[in-house]
């Protein structure tokens, strides 16, 4: 059996960074993928729209039934997982090469100073501070490509970026409401790793259509084109797609030796040997292969303080956009948003905070007809009326990492493979309740001062818990061993030759979409990698 240096256990923005960095460094690695390969025209970005789904969105959830058609998404069937007290859990797993970055929404904020060294004193603070990772941001922002915040407010750092783009028609007029609150609200342009000019051989954005139903113009960053392309044809990559890694074993020496993993297309199973292992399979898919590996697991922390984002949003219409001419305002999505600048406000209520994107325009369908009585053509005018003047204040604020949020493994189910199934158990408390009714009042109270009409909207609640897709924690970093299942450079304290890289080691999740820092993080731990395999030992 060839023995690699390096054995990549996952292909979306933290496996792509670590093959980037690893090939370049002369490594000879394989990845593992538990989906398929498939080509950009398989993207479903201009062939499914919401009218030719079969329930056009309307029962159950738009999200899940859009990406279920696109033939990316896991199948429940085959690999199962449950939920403890009947709750409901969204959990997200892209099958392809390129994972999740495929279709995310390609927002890249940065995590500030508060993020890393909170001033609460709530759990406990990161290994490391903002200063010892905004080099690796730089660096991030420059690979890939990521338009700029402008200007730095309050804790929040400013992204070295492109040109930001401009706000849309509703942008603007909702800023003017929202800087004129007195709450002390600053709208920056969102920084994107989408492409406001060329950049690295990539074509700028042209605005064709929602990003998060995947760009096959290569404008936003994906790791299937801009890493895991590049790695393979250094001849540094042996890439293995359809691997569903079941687990992790261990040699003579209390190093990770072999993975496990289960040929989806053959319905074999089939082992791997390396010098070195690398999870980038999610916080979530990474904890579940290490419980199911019996190993790294001596604080008996894997799996725990299982974080994501509180999501929810308030909607209106403008009437001075009523009934004007329909063009394409779908494009990439938000063009603004509002960094966390809560403490302004917030005094006891909660701890931690929350971001704001204020947004509106010409999306590709409108539900707004369900909300205006009527019938025939004066309902139907109504509907036009309307269609060009929805906005919404979107909300996406910090969970807080406990301990009893977790995955674990279901003591009965099991997936097509006879791979025990993962088992959550999620819940959100007092905190995240206080700060979703203080996200609602805000919104009503921009809405109101933009002038907003207000359609009926009764009993608003936040997503389901996990909508977020910003899963973090499970397998947290840390200096001291019983505390923490990593060290500060995502390497296990239980066994040297495993590294964790993707969002598993967050001590928090912050309030901002975690991708740059995971990327950041990656890149850092792969250098550090690359640094001790050259030295033969794995610690300094």
């Given at each position: 059996m060839k023995?690699?240096?390096?054995?990549?256990?996952?292909?979306?923005?933290?496996?792509?960074?670590?093959?980037?960095?690893?090939?370049?460094?002369?490594l000879n690695c394989a990845m593992l993928e538990a989906?398929?390969?498939?080509?950009v025209a398989q993207f479903p970005t201009h062939r499914i729209r919401r009218w030719n789904l079969p329930n056009r969105g309307l029962r159950g959830d738009y999200f899940q039934e859009w990406l279920t058609e696109t033939g990316f998404l896991a199948d429940k069937a085959?690999?199962?997982?449950?939920?403890?007290?009947n709750e409901r859990f969204d959990w997200w797993r892209m099958r392809a090469v390129g994972g999740k970055s495929l279709f995310w929404a390609g927002v890249t904020p940065r995590f500030?100073?508060?993020?890393?060294?909170?001033?609460?004193d709530f759990d406990t603070k990161w290994p490391l501070t903002y200063d010892e990772i905004a080099p690796f941001y730089d660096r991030v922002e420059e690979l890939i490509g990521v338009s700029s915040t402008v200007e730095a407010?309050?804790?929040?750092?400013?992204?070295?970026?492109?040109?930001?783009?401009?706000?849309?028609?509703?942008?603007?007029?909702?800023?003017?409401?929202?800087?004129?609150?007195?709450?002390?609200?600053?709208?920056?342009?969102i920084p994107k790793a989408i492409l406001s000019q060329d950049h690295k051989g990539r074509p700028a954005c042209h605005y064709?259509?929602?990003?998060?139903?995947?760009?096959?113009?290569?404008?936003k960053f994906d790791s299937l084109r801009v890493f895991v392309t590049a790695a393979r044809n250094s001849g540094k990559l042996d890439l293995i797609p359809n691997a569903r890694v079941r687990n992790l074993e261990l040699g003579k020496e209390g190093t990770v030796q072999t993975v496990r993993y289960f040929d989806t297309e053959k319905r074999e199973w089939r082992e791997l040997q390396a010098k070195s292992f690398i999870l980038c399979a999610g916080a979530i898919e990474s904890s579940h292969i290490l419980l199911n590996s019996k190993i790294a697991n001596s604080s008996g922390l894997v799996g725990r303080y299982l974080s994501e984002h509180l999501y929810t949003a308030v909607g209106g219409h403008l009437p001075q956009l009523m009934n004007r001419k329909v063009t394409n305002e779908d494009g990439n999505g938000a063009h603004v948003?509002?960094?966390d600048l809560t403490e302004n406000w917030r005094g006891n209520k909660f701890i931690r905070g929350y971001q704001i994107f204020p947004t509106g325009g010409t999306n590709e369908f409108t539900l707004v007809g369900n909300n205006i009585p009527g019938y025939g053509k004066q309902w139907m005018d109504a509907v036009r009326a309307y269609y060009t003047a929805g906005v919404s204040v979107q909300f996406q604020g910090e969970v807080l990492p406990y301990k009893d949020n977790r995955i674990e493994l279901d003591p009965t189910l099991k997936d097509d493979a006879g791979i025990p199934a993962a088992r959550f158990n999620y819940a959100w408390h007092e905190n995240e309740r206080a700060m979703?009714?203080?996200?609602?009042?805000?919104?009503?109270?921009?809405?109101?001062?933009?002038?907003?009409?207000?359609?009926?909207?009764?009993?608003?609640?936040?997503?389901?818990?996990?909508?977020?897709?910003?899963?973090v924690g499970t397998t947290r970093m840390g200096n001291d061993p019983r505390t923490s299942v990593t060290n500060k450079w995502s390497q296990s304290h239980d066994v040297p030759n495993l590294f964790i890289n993707d969002g598993g080691p967050f001590v928090t999740a912050g309030n901002q979409n975690p991708t740059l820092t995971i990327l950041a993080f990656a890149m850092r731990s792969s250098e550090r990698i690359a640094k001790l395999m050259n030295s033969g030992k794995w610690k300094d």
């Open positions: 023995i690699y240096d390096v054995c990549i256990i996952g292909s979306g923005a933290s496996g792509g960074m670590t093959a980037n960095v690893l090939t370049k460094a002369g989906g398929a390969m498939k080509s085959k690999e199962p997982y449950s939920v403890a007290n500030g100073p508060n993020e890393f060294q909170p001033k609460d407010v309050g804790g929040f750092p400013l992204n070295k970026g492109l040109a930001p783009f401009r706000p849309k028609p509703a942008e603007v007029l909702l800023t003017k409401a929202c800087e004129s609150l007195g709450r002390g609200l600053k709208v920056l342009p064709c259509g929602p990003c998060w139903q995947g760009c096959d113009s290569g404008s948003f509002i960094p979703f009714k203080d996200m609602i009042e805000v919104g009503n109270e921009i809405l109101h001062k933009a002038g907003a009409e207000m359609l009926p909207n009764a009993n608003p609640k936040p997503d389901p818990y996990g909508h977020s897709i910003h899963y």
